[in-house]
């Protein structure tokens, strides 16, 4: 699994617009938070956050999640990519299954409040 300096480094050579770079950085964090509470891997969470929407500037709505596993693929274990994949559910028809998974849908809807 990559360092969160590498990871750090692949969110600013995908995403260009500061304001989804904040975005990232506010899901990375309430992800932590999350799986702190609910004892799972703190680091694991983070990441997942962090680089879930590095796409964003380079995928249709419609491969959102799904460009980002292509450049994430060999980085990140088979249950980060999932929730990648899987919090776009809704055009990736990636069931979400996993706490992470839902643990990034909720923390991606609300990041727009801290």
């Not at 694991?44 to 450049?71: Q, R």
């Amino acid at each position: 699994m990559i360092t969160e300096e590498d990871a750090i480094t692949i969110l600013n050579e995908y995403l260009k617009k500061d304001n989804l770079k904040k975005h990232s950085l506010a899901v990375a964090e309430i992800m932590k938070a999350i799986a702190k509470e609910i004892k799972e891997d703190e680091h694991e969470y983070y990441l997942t956050g962090l680089l879930h929407d590095i796409d964003f500037e380079i995928a249709e709505i419609n491969e959102h999640g799904i460009k980002s596993v292509e450049i994430l693929q060999e980085k990140l274990n088979e249950k980060m990519i999932h929730a990648i994949q899987a919090h776009n559910f809704e055009y990736t028809n990636i069931t979400p299954e996993d706490k992470i998974d839902f643990a990034l849908i909720a923390s991606d809807m609300i990041s727009g409040l801290i």
